[in-house]
């Protein structure tokens, strides 16, 4: 009978994964740490009405382009863009600029924005009033790194793509 019980217990042991391996979790790898530059501003000012400001930033790193811009009157359509390179109206109004972001009205109030993996460059930042009235705006640009969360983007609707079919007829300036 102890012969019974100790093959018993025995058995019992070995169902239990009696080995001396313990397996342990892997520990999640760190995610990479959030580091943002301020690349230009942040600035403010008075655009006039139906006109583009134009401004220059540029980047020494690859990085994901983020793009914050507010203005005072929430009716007001505004639209922020980023190009490579240099755009001038007539492309701004042809909408051929080399586009890295492109919002077009109507959008939320402040509009924030992001273009992923831009790499090292000198870049337009343009701001545009087309609304019949002058605006006060602020803005700023970030390049941030792959650890930071991303902001939150606006989709455009029926009415923004007719909106963006607009032209500014006033001037570019910087």
């Keep these: 009978m102890k012969t019974a019980s100790a093959l018993s217990l025995l058995v019992l042991l070995s169902a239990c994964g009696g ?3 313990v397996t342990m979790p892997s520990p999640s790898p760190t995610p ?3 580091i943002q530059t301020s690349v230009f501003g942040p600035a403010s000012g008075s655009i006039p009405s139906r006109v583009v400001d ?6 020494n790193s690859t990085g994901r382009v983020d793009v914050v811009l507010d203005w005072t009157f929430t009716d007001s359509p505004m ?5 490579q390179g240099s ?3 007539d492309q701004f109004n042809a909408r051929t600029c080399n586009f890295l972001i492109r919002s077009d009205p109507p959008g939320p109030k402040p509009r924030k924005v992001s273009a992923s993996n831009v790499g090292p460059g000198t870049y337009g930042l343009l701001i545009a009033n087309f609304a019949a009235v002058d605006e006060s705006a602020s803005t700023q640009v970030f390049l941030s790194s792959a650890g930071c969360p991303p902001l939150s983007a606006s989709t455009p609707s029926s009415a923004a793509l ?3 079919r607009a032209q500014v007829g006033g001037s570019l300036r910087h």
């Excluded at 639209?79 to 190009?83: D, H, K, L, M, W």
């Design 19 to 21: 080995s001396d391996h």
């Design 32 to 34: 990479p740490p959030c």
């Design 54 to 59: 134009t401004e220059t930033f540029s980047t």
């Design 79 to 83: 639209g922020v863009y980023v190009a």
């Design 87 to 89: 755009c001038n109206l």
């Design 162 to 164: 007719d909106q963006a």
